[in-house]
């Protein structure tokens, strides 16, 4: 595991861009209804918004989503990361000016600390930035 140091600061902290871009993310999504970190998608479960990280040129948007622990496949929500990435994550990154152009939607059964080692089922999809849409990236 990298040093602490050298692993990603939350939105708070980054030093490389403007932070109020960052503080700009964070408030697209407080200026909607007390119920705006609960996001429905397409399938109709509802994906719990628990962190945003921007480093460098990469914003993370990090999801909750208890069921995937159950059984929940990626083929399952695979429509509801790409739905994430392209109504939730891209227009916020645009409101608050950010110039990222990769993200990563992740979606795990519970909140489990950026780069830590853990158990907890996750799963992984990054994207490219093109234009004002979200393309997929292979790992």
Same mark, same amino acid.
Request: net charge negative.
């Given at each position: 595991?990298?040093?602490?140091? +050298?692993?990603?600061?939350?939105?708070?902290?980054?030093?490389?861009?403007?932070?109020?871009?960052? $503080? #700009?993310?964070?408030?697209?999504?407080? !200026?909607?209804? /007390?119920? #705006?970190?609960?996001? !429905?998608?397409?399938?109709?479960? /509802?994906?719990?918004?628990?962190?945003?990280?921007?480093?460098?040129?990469?914003?993370?948007?990090?999801?909750? $989503?208890?069921?995937?622990?159950?059984? /929940?496949?990626?083929?399952?929500?695979?429509?509801?990361?790409?739905?994430?990435?392209?109504?939730?994550?891209?227009? +916020?990154?645009?409101?608050?000016?950010?110039?990222?152009?990769q993200l990563v939607i992740s979606v795990? !059964?519970?909140?489990?600390?950026?780069?830590?080692?853990?158990?907890?089922?996750?799963?992984?999809?990054?994207?490219r930035r093109v234009a004002d849409a979200?393309?997929?990236?292979?790992?």
């Open positions: 595991m990298p040093p602490r140091s +050298a692993r990603p600061k939350g939105i708070f902290g980054q030093k490389k861009d403007n932070p109020i871009r960052y $503080l #700009a993310i964070i408030a697209s999504f407080l !200026a909607l209804p /007390v119920t #705006a970190q609960q996001i !429905a998608v397409p399938s109709g479960r /509802v994906l719990s918004l628990f962190e945003v990280i921007i480093e460098d040129d990469m914003g993370r948007f990090r999801f909750v $989503l208890p069921e995937i622990a159950d059984g /929940v496949d990626f083929e399952d929500i695979v429509d509801d990361i790409d739905y994430v990435c392209s109504q939730v994550a891209l227009p +916020a990154l645009t409101q608050a000016g950010s110039d990222v152009s795990s !059964a519970a909140e489990v600390a950026f780069g830590e080692p853990t158990e907890i089922v996750q799963y992984f999809q990054p994207f979200c393309v997929w990236k292979e790992f």
